[in-house]
């Protein structure tokens, strides 16, 4: 995929992950609308990419927790660019712990951001693309929609969820043009993974067990790899090699991996 001159959407694009993707993008030519509720932050990465090209960049504050807002940012960003050619339903949160500590408000907001924006985003992208026969939607899920989050029901549900949704968009649509790629890392060095004092980060046990899997990685080196994945049209980016380990143990013995992951809980939570 040759991304000089297409239009570009980041969900999540204020930080971490998300403003890494807006900037690699970018830099391969693409013209980025950046999207995110934390309107702060948002505005300098606008700034920041269109002083490296003059109206190449686009800031929609938005929340897409509700398919109303998912609408607004589509047709606010067809507005100023025209098609949109690569969409990443990015954002993400990481509310919630134990069935007995999660209320239904956290359930929700765990389902609506991490999974039902994904549907909400392409329900409005999927006609556009199957009249053009091209599209590409990314989504972040997490190396949790493969495994699970120790500490987290609302997490490890939401995320496979994702990873559902991306693998059916990728079966109904492929052959029609529309082209799919699942992010799945472990550990990113984001906010999200260090919440500066916010509560809408990881639990900090939670963390713990992400950081004890394997490396930490920073958004950007992330971004590199999305770029040339997408660029190969493959599925899975699975930034953290140990996490295809980890999966092929799961499949192939699932009750010694149950056990595995129980171990490891109770090695964090009981430390
Ligand atoms: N950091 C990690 O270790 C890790 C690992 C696996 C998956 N992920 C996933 O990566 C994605 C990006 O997270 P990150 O690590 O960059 O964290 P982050 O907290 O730095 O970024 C998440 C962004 O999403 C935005 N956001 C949240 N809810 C929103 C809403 N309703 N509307 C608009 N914007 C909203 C936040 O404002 C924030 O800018 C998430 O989906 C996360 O689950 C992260």
Not at 195 to 206: E, L, S, V
């Amino acid at each position: 995929m040759n991304f000089e001159g297409t239009t570009t959407v980041v969900t999540g694009a204020a930080n971490g992950i998300g403003a890494a993707l807006s900037r690699r993008f970018h830099a391969a030519g693409a013209r980025v609308v950046v999207a995110d509720r934390d309107a702060e932050n948002l505005k300098k990465i606008e700034s920041e990419l269109n002083a490296l090209r003059p109206d190449s960049a686009f800031a929609v504050v938005s929340d897409i927790s509700t398919e109303a807002g998912n609408v607004a940012l589509i047709n606010a960003a067809r507005e100023k660019f025209g098609f949109i050619h690569l969409f990443f339903a990015n954002a993400g949160v990481a509310v919630g712990t134990f069935l007995e500590d999660t209320d239904e408000a956290t359930w929700n907001m765990a389902m609506d951001i991490n999974l039902h924006s994904h549907r909400w985003a392409a329900k409005h992208l999927i006609g556009d693309w199957l009249a053009a026969g091209e599209g590409y939607f990314c989504s972040t899920a997490s190396a949790a929609g493969l495994l699970s989050q120790i500490g987290s029901a609302t997490y490890s549900v939401s995320k496979h969820g994702a990873v559902a949704f991306a693998e059916w968009m990728s079966i109904t649509y492929g052959d029609r043009g529309v082209r799919v790629t699942c992010l799945c890392p472990q550990g990113v060095n984001t906010n999200m993974l260090n919440p500066p004092g916010r509560d809408d980060g990881i639990d900090k046990r939670g963390g713990e067990v992400v950081k004890a899997s394997g490396a930490v990685l920073e958004p950007h080196e992330v971004a590199d790899i999305v770029h040339d994945t997408i660029v190969a049209e493959k599925f899975l980016v699975m930034p953290h090699a140990e996490v295809h380990t980890y999966e092929q143990r799961k499949v192939a013995d699932r009750d010694r991996w149950l056990a595995g992951m129980r171990k490891l809980q109770n090695r964090i939570f009981q430390g």
